[in-house]
């Protein structure tokens, strides 16, 4: 039980044996580093209690040291409590006291007081009383070396176990010219992750000593800046959101509002709308934060009270940082890693790549999320159920996350958490990214306008989901599309808003059993009742291929079948499908495209980037092994040279039998293959004028989705417009006058 400043207590957390000091009541800031009160309190409780492997200095906020620095003061602590002992032997001769008095008085100083509050000022300061003595020693007669014999070994001994200490060695460089009571090579060794009282995860909040920042940019009021650290091909993350940059009082009412609200379970049913939950819950908390500050006579704005009530119900029914990280646009991806408490959050960041960040997520906070994420899902998290799959629906982002548990995981929760774009991606911003030429964007166009199957395929992280997503952008208005996904990622809900007639099926995963969501198979057939709709599949993942397979056959010709699946190349797709999946070999033909993207690494291995590198038609005359047989023919492929996709000498010459396949049911197009060219051409003009245009006026924001399904929708009026007035698709005529359009639209905005 804490009473008073410094009080302590001793916690046992599997491996950890944790030192918890209460400093509520301490005149000081609970800084090691900073305040040598706190040092030598510190020094004087690991005396007492022994080995220990972490400390927690708490005042309004959680100040924790890990293993390291805690064992650099549990040396000291050893070998101040050791000499504290030994020291009575310097003047253990009352006929030797004329020579010790003054030697042990400054002796004793050192050994009492400086050695815990200010150890390498102590070990400084016996250097120089060491030399001091030696000079000094000459001068003496053998009455008085015998009677400091033990004061010069006592003096030696100490200086030589000191300087074995690992915050000796840590600080050798700067103790030449160290002067006693300077603290700044304490600030270079101790550094503790800080956690407000309100939270559970900790943040390291000082910059990395020898870090070099290469980027730093605010998302809100949250400060990112990233370093590249020494030693080491890492990269940091650093982050300081504004919950760590309160005052005392504002602390006070956070830490006050949560005991209260924290009396409150939330039930499944309330996670049912998340972003209705959050709303109710923002309004009690800023509510309740108002009242609780006019009782203590804090006088805030309602402004800081909006900005209070986010902070706090992002840490009791939200994510905590989860949130703050996902907060930032730049960020792809979120590993959790276990043990938590030890290991440190990771993302992948889009213009740094893989960073390690300076928050540390606990194993209490491990299991909230867990726990929400199971009311969020309705699936279950346990031993019979160790993954679990599942969207998280933000304020302002969407994330697909991934948690395992035990016993398929032997150290505990992990969590994987990839960042939905906000908004949907569309082909020109593709463009703009180099994810694919204009070109590549013209032909995507072209076979989905042409009722194509298709696979997007590729490895993990390469954006397959989100191409599939911009596939789905370039369909028009007036069809229907149904979209099957075991955990929600296709922008559907966007494009609904945007007058998308769509219609959402979620599925069994296929990891999750005992579930009574209807299956991935069962969920794809039933759309063959659902009317005439392009199908939209997630990802194929299992025995729904079969179902899928039946669904292309059934709708070629008609609507757009399309969807992702693992493999880096249209052999990888081939020999997933058949051979894992089962789907029969002359099933597999029903695909027509498979659009494969892969990450491009850079020379050095750091650097990657999202790439589609190859668009490839399935033909249909083939037996066994579409590889051998020449059943894949390259459209566009990706040239590492030259970084982008290159048309093949099949495409150019008009040797695609899908394209000519879609031109068959054309009637300006049947037999005339320079007519098809030109409609491609068309379309990837479009795609790079509206890139272009956007660059020249800097209003990025025309490439995004709300106004790209406005210029594509123009685009089709205009082609049917041109074609009844003239007969005939006037490709010239039409891209005249769209981008006639376009010029005049971008002007009112």
């Not at 703050?324 to 740094?352: C, E, W, Y």
């Not at 491009?600 to 590198?613: A, C, E, N, Q, Y």
Request: proline letters at 4%; one cysteine or more.
């Amino acid at each position: 039980m804490f009473l008073a400043c410094g009080d302590y207590n001793i916690a046992r957390e599997g491996e950890e044996v944790i030192l918890r000091v209460d400093c509520e009541d301490c005149s000081y800031v609970p800084s090691i580093e900073d305040e040598p009160r706190m040092m030598s309190r510190i020094i004087d409780i690991l005396s007492e209690t022994g080995t220990v492997t972490k400390m927690v200095l708490s005042q309004r906020r959680d100040y924790e040291y890990g293993l390291d620095q805690t064992q650099m003061l549990q040396q000291i602590a050893n070998i101040q409590k050791e000499f504290a002992k030994r020291i009575s032997v310097v003047i253990s001769n009352p006929a030797c006291r004329r020579y010790t008095n003054v030697r042990f008085a400054r002796l004793q100083d050192i050994v009492y007081r400086l050695l815990k509050s200010d150890p390498i000022g102590a070990f400084v300061e016996l250097s120089r009383f060491e030399r001091n003595e030696k000079a000094v020693s000459k001068t003496l007669d053998a009455d008085a070396l015998a009677c400091l014999q033990h004061f010069y070994k006592f003096l030696s001994d100490l200086l030589s176990v000191l300087s074995q200490t690992k915050l000796m060695k840590a600080v050798a460089s700067q103790i030449a010219g160290f002067r006693v009571g300077d603290r700044r090579a304490y600030r270079n060794v101790f550094s503790p992750v800080i956690r407000p009282d309100f939270m559970f995860a900790k943040l390291l909040s000082a910059y990395p000593p020898e870090g070099e920042e290469i980027d730093s940019y605010f998302v809100g009021e949250t400060e990112v800046t990233i370093f590249n650290l020494p030693d080491t091909t890492q990269t940091l993350y650093h982050v300081v959101p504004p919950e760590f940059k309160l005052s005392a009082d504002k602390y006070e009412l956070l830490d006050a509002a949560k005991k209260i609200l924290s009396e409150h379970k939330p039930k499944r049913s309330e996670f049912v709308d998340p972003a209705r939950m959050r709303n109710v819950f923002s309004s009690i908390g800023a509510d309740l934060l108002e009242d609780l500050a006019n009782q203590k006579g804090i006088t805030l704005r309602k402004k800081e009270i909006d900005a209070l009530a986010e902070i706090l119900v992002r840490h009791t029914v939200g994510f905590g940082m989860i949130e703050v990280l996902l907060a930032d646009p730049k960020i792809q991806d979120v590993t959790i890693n276990s043990p938590m408490g030890r290991i440190p959050m990771f993302v992948v960041h889009a213009d740094q790549g893989d960073c390690m960040t300076n928050i540390f997520p606990t194993m209490s906070e491990g299991e909230s999320w867990a726990s929400r994420l199971r009311m969020i899902s309705g699936r279950p998290l346990d031993e019979a159920n160790p993954i679990l799959d599942t969207e998280l629906i933000l304020p302002t982002v969407r994330a697909r996350v991934a948690a395992i548990a035990e016993p398929l995981n032997p150290t505990g929760l992990a969590f994987a958490l990839r960042r939905h774009r906000e908004k949907p991606w569309t082909l020109p911003l593709f463009i703009k990214n180099k994810m694919m030429s204009p070109l590549a964007a013209g032909l995507l166009s072209f076979l989905v306008d042409g009722n194509r199957t298709m696979l997007v395929a590729g490895t993990r992280s390469a954006g397959k989901t989100s191409l599939l997503g911009s596939l789905m952008v370039e369909l028009m208005r007036r069809g229907r599309i149904v979209t099957v996904e075991d955990t929600l990622e296709l922008p559907s809900n966007s494009l609904r808003n945007l007058g998308y007639n769509i219609q959402s099926m979620k599925v069994a995963s296929a990891l999750t059993r005992g579930s009574t969501e209807v299956s991935a198979d069962e969920g794809i057939r039933s759309t063959l009742r659902l009317g005439d709709s392009s199908l939209i599949v997630g990802e194929v993942r299992s025995t729904e291929a079969i179902a899928l397979y039946e669904a292309m056959r059934v709708g070629a010709l008609a609507n757009l079948v399309a969807g992702t699946i693992h493999g880096d190349s249209p052999y990888g797709v081939f020999d997933r499908v058949v051979n894992d999946l089962k789907v029969p070999r002359t099933s597999f033909k029903a695909t027509d495209v498979i659009v494969v993207c892969n990450p491009i690494r850079s020379p050095d291995g750091i650097h990657k980037w999202r790439r589609v590198t190859q668009i490839t038609e399935v033909r249909k005359f083939w037996e066994e092994d579409p590889l051998r047989e020449n059943g894949f023919v390259d459209l566009l492929k990706y040239s590492a040279k030259n970084d982008q996709l290159e048309p093949s000498a099949d495409l150019l010459h008009g040797e695609s039998d899908i394209l000519k396949s879609i031109a068959g049911n054309v009637k300006d197009w049947a037999g005339n293959w320079d007519a098809v060219w030109d409609n491609i051409k068309l379309r990837t003009d479009v795609k790079k004028t509206l890139v272009d245009i956007s660059d020249q006026i800097k209003k990025p924001e025309i490439l995004e989705a709300e106004f790209y399904v406005v210029a594509n929708d123009e685009f089709h009026k205009i082609v049917e417009s041109v074609r009844e007035e003239s007969g005939k698709i006037d490709c010239k005529r039409i891209f005249s006058e769209w981008k006639s359009w376009l010029e005049q639209k971008v002007k009112s905005l």
